[in-house]
Each structure stands twice: as structure tokens, then as C-alpha cells.
């Protein structure tokens, strides 16, 4: 199946700061989804984007299938914007997700 | 309401017991999912349905069993329950409604403990 890498890890940053999050993925796909983990374990979506870029408030994201990667932006963090985010990718049927991005957001 | 339900929300049983998990939508989606999480890794499915005859394996579906009782009704059952199996299962759907098949949209979680 596809491989899905998410990088860092786990960030921590002071609220107001901006961050990128990436995802990688190992082969051509027909979709791609990011989601936010909120700490009570909901999953919200965040955008559907198999490629091009979207924007929805503080959030931005950009996917270039091409080249087999996806950015999410956060600009001017928040303490509400901590948790895990996900990268979603589908292919065939066959819906993979990475590990994660662990983001803390300190006041 | 939500759109998308799970029943229970929590669980704890023991090996060898029979578990169901119940999802229910109100999205008027066809297709629906179950994935489950481990602590400190991303989803991975389980089952998923395109419509009430349709069924298929995903990633990890040993151990597991699914219904597809109605268009708005996915249950997912573990026969024989294993402290391994010890997670938390997520529902997903998605429908043409939602502007693509393949926007994916999920219930609360369940999570299962196995004693």
C-alpha cells in the first residue's frame, strides 16, 4: 500500500507563531484529506484537497500531486489549534493515513 | 444531532467475548468505513461498504466481521475479542451529497478496552 510520511513529528509553539506541517506520500493518489485530532480524540476535517490550494481562515493548504506532497499552514496559532493533524490519502479504493503531526500551542 | 453516530462510546470486555459496534448516519451517504487507532499512529481501516450488498476488506481486517444493515447503518463485530484489539474504532462515510465520493466525514469513536 502507499506509504504516508507526516514530518515533525511533534511541534511545539508559542501562540501567534505560524507553522508548516508536511506529508509525503509514496505513489500517484486520487484524494488527500487533512484532519485535526482534537484532544477528546474528535477527528474534524480540514480539507479535502487532492491538489491545488485552499484556504479557510487561519488555515491554508496546498497539494502538489505531481510532486507527491501536501502543506498545511497555520498562521497565527492558537491554544484551540493543538492536537494530532492527519494526512489522508486515498488510491483505489484504499484510504491510508500518516501518524501524525502532534502540534502544542503554548499560551 | 450529529450526522454520523457510534454506539457505545466506551467499552471494556473481556478476551473472548462477542463485541458489536453500531454506526448510524444521517448524511444520506453510501458508502461507510470502519478504522480503527492505536495510541500514537494514524487511522488504519478496517472494513468499508459502497452500498448495502457491498462489502470489502481493508488494511487489517482479520478478527473482524461486518453488517450493512441499511444504507444508514454499518455495524462492525469482533467474534472473539483480544487484549490486541484493544483500540479506538472510528465509523466514516462519505456520498455524492458531500460534493465527492471521497471526502471521508467520522463518528465520535468508540474506544474498546480488552481485558
Known amino acids: 500500500g502507499i506509504q504516508v510520511e507526516q514530518s515533525p513529528p511533534d511541534l511545539i509553539l508559542q501562540e501567534g507563531a505560524n507553522s508548516t506541517l508536511r506529508c509525503n506520500f509514496s505513489?500517484?493518489?486520487?484524494?488527500l484529506q487533512w484532519f485535526h485530532q482534537n484532544p477528546w480524540g474528535q477527528l474534524i476535517n480540514l480539507f479535502y484537497?487532492?491538489?491545488g490550494t485552499k484556504q479557510n481562515g487561519r488555515l491554508s493548504a496546498t497539494t502538489v500531486a505531481t510532486e507527491r506532497y501536501s502543506l498545511l499552514y497555520i498562521s497565527s496559532s492558537q491554544t484551540t489549534d493543538s492536537g494530532v493533524y492527519f494526512c489522508?490519502?486515498?488510491?483505489?479504493?484504499?484510504?491510508?493515513f500518516g501518524a501524525g503531526t502532534r502540534l502544542t500551542v503554548k499560551p | 444531532d450529529a450526522d454520523v453516530t457510534q454506539t457505545p462510546r466506551n467499552r471494556i470486555t473481556k478476551t473472548g467475548k462477542r463485541i458489536m459496534l453500531e454506526c448510524s448516519q444521517t448524511?444520506?451517504?453510501?458508502?461507510m468505513y470502519w478504522y480503527r487507532q492505536d495510541p500514537g499512529l494514524g487511522l488504519r481501516l478496517i472494513y468499508y461498504?459502497?452500498?448495502?450488498?457491498?462489502?470489502n476488506k481493508g488494511e487489517i481486517s482479520d478478527g473482524y466481521s461486518v453488517s450493512r444493515q441499511a444504507q444508514a447503518k454499518f455495524s462492525l463485530s469482533l467474534e472473539s475479542a483480544i487484549p490486541n484489539q484493544t483500540a479506538l474504532y472510528f465509523c466514516?462515510?462519505?456520498?455524492?451529497?458531500?460534493?465527492?465520493?471521497?471526502?471521508?466525514?467520522f463518528g465520535p469513536g468508540t474506544r474498546l478496552t480488552v481485558l
Open positions: 484537497i487532492p491538489s
Open positions: 489522508a490519502v486515498e488510491r483505489n479504493n484504499d484510504m491510508r
Open positions: 505513489d500517484s493518489v486520487n484524494n
Open positions: 448524511k444520506g451517504h453510501d458508502r
Open positions: 466514516a462515510t462519505s456520498g455524492a451529497a458531500a460534493g465527492s465520493y471521497n471526502e471521508q466525514f
Open positions: 461498504s459502497f452500498d448495502v450488498k457491498d462489502i
